[in-house]
Nanobody, 115 residues
């Protein structure tokens, strides 16, 4: 099992930046895929970005070139650097880990992009 705790959300103006963190309760070295998802009001949860143990990254088209996912195994943490934020990026952002074929989710962190 693994517990995930997200942090770093908040209110930011359009064009601004935020960095989200996802701290895991165990070593993430053996967790093949970790990722970030988001859910806006009235919409389904959607993939934002994933990263594998081999540092292979995958991004949603809507965030490509603006967001960067990274993982630090020494700190058991996955990050999401978000630049050039837009109002449509407003959502609750969730961290996910796939471990032994089972998905684990964090509780989410709110990101609001507004002037």
């Amino acid at each position: 099992q693994v517990q995930l705790v997200e942090s770093g959300g908040g209110l930011v103006q359009p064009g601004g930046s935020l960095r989200l963190s996802c701290a895991a309760s165990r070593n993430i070295f053996s967790i093949y895929v970790m990722g970030w998802y988001r859910q806006a009001p009235g919409k389904q949860r959607e993939l934002v970005a994933t990263i594998t143990t081999g540092a292979r990254r995958n991004y949603a088209d809507s965030v490509q070139g603006r967001f960067t996912i990274s993982r630090d195994a020494a700190k058991n943490t996955v990050y999401l650097q978000m630049n050039s934020l837009k109002p449509e990026d407003t959502a609750i952002y969730y961290c996910k880990a796939d471990l032994d074929g089972y998905p684990y989710w964090g509780q989410g962190t709110q990101v609001t992009v507004s002037s």
